[in-house]
């Protein structure tokens, strides 16, 4: 079983639009999480780490769940510079696991 | 904003040769790692650096690879005796605490 399982997507979705990205991990034992995004052949960037209380920044919401083991994140009022992909990533002693990304894009 | 380097941005090399991946991880920065990215697949963890040692490996991260803080800034990724299936991105991140990660532009190797 992968440790780290995304949906690829697309997404396709308008400007304005509010998209969710959900991420499940298989290892009970992770204990950090974080949303990155990469462009296309550009090195991935934090977005943000998530925290089972939740965390906002701006336009963006991540949530973890412990115990379904189970990440969101949540877009809201997408722009078109959000088009990218997004990666979730687990960390389990400092070693880090990288899901496949779901790919947004966002249109005009 | 300070920001991770990676050198080359672009590496050829032939099969059976050495390859050194230089980079230079954020100043006051303590845990480094090394991912590679196969063109069109994840990013997958090769190893992390801790404290002038490895920390952790990764399964792809066998003899044929070694990582080195030859001085105070640079943190080097060799692979000895370079194979096709090496090409990929190779990029080098560095965290304060181990947490969040700042990622290098990436070198992309290419074995030809």
């Known amino acids: 079983r992968k440790e780290v399982e995304q949906d690829p997507g697309p997404f396709n979705v308008p400007e304005g639009a509010t998209v969710a990205f959900n991420c499940t991990y298989s290892n009970s034992a992770s204990q950090s999480f974080f949303w990155y995004r990469q462009d296309c052949r550009k090195e991935p960037k934090l977005l943000m780490s998530v925290y089972s209380s939740g965390n906002e920044d701006g336009r963006f919401t991540a949530q973890l769940n412990r115990a379904s083991q189970y990440i969101s994140l949540l877009i809201r009022d997408s722009k078109l510079s959000d088009s990218a992909t997004y990666l979730c990533?687990?960390?389990?002693?400092?070693?880090?696991?990288f899901g496949s990304g779901t790919k947004l894009n966002v249109k005009p | 904003e300070p920001e991770v380097t990676q050198t080359p941005s672009h590496q050829v090399t032939q099969m059976g040769q050495e390859v050194i991946l230089r980079c230079v991880p954020i100043s006051n920065h303590l845990y480094f790692y090394w991912y590679r990215q196969i063109l069109g697949q994840k990013v997958e963890f090769l190893v992390s650096?801790?404290?002038?040692?490895?920390?952790?490996k990764s399964e792809i991260f066998d003899d044929q690879f070694s990582v080195e803080r030859p001085d105070g800034s640079n943190f080097t990724l060799k692979i000895r005796s370079t194979k096709l299936e090496d090409s990929a991105m190779y990029f080098c991140?560095?965290?304060?605490?181990?947490?969040?990660?700042?990622f290098g532009p990436g070198t992309r190797l290419t074995v030809l």
């Open positions: 991140a560095s965290s304060e605490l181990g947490g969040k990660q700042f």
């Open positions: 650096f801790y404290n002038n040692e490895i920390s952790e």
């Open positions: 990533v687990v960390n389990r002693f400092n070693k880090f696991y």
